[in-house]
Nanobody, 116 residues
């Protein structure tokens, strides 16, 4: 089992920045990749960004150039730096960990609201 605890959400004005954190604990040795997903009201969940153990990153087109995903292996933590935030980035953001055996684990979610 893997436990994921997210933090860092909140209310920010358009153009502002936020950094989300996701701390992993438990059986973390065989985690292949970690990522951030989001779900806005009335919309399907979508992948925002992911990062593999080797550091390969992947981003949704809508956040490329604005968001940066990174990981601190010593702290078992993944970060999502979100810059130039737009109202359409408003959503609940979920941390995900995927193991090599394809088992998937989720955090509880953190609300990000971009509004003036």
């Amino acid at each position: 089992q893997v436990q994921l605890v997210e933090s860092g959400g909140g209310l920010v004005q358009p153009g502002g920045s936020l950094r989300l954190s996701c701390a992993a604990s438990g059986s973390i040795v065989s985690i292949a990749a970690m990522g951030w997903y989001r779900q806005a009201p009335g919309k399907q969940q979508e992948l925002v960004a992911s990062i593999t153990g080797g550091g390969t990153t992947n981003y949704a087109d809508s956040v490329k150039g604005r968001f940066i995903i990174s990981r601190d292996n010593a702290k078992n933590t993944v970060y999502l730096q979100m810059n130039s935030l737009k109202p359409e980035d408003t959503a609940v953001y979920y941390c995900n960990a995927r193991k090599y055996n394809l088992n998937s684990y989720w955090g509880q979610g953190t609300q990000v609201t971009v509004s003036s």
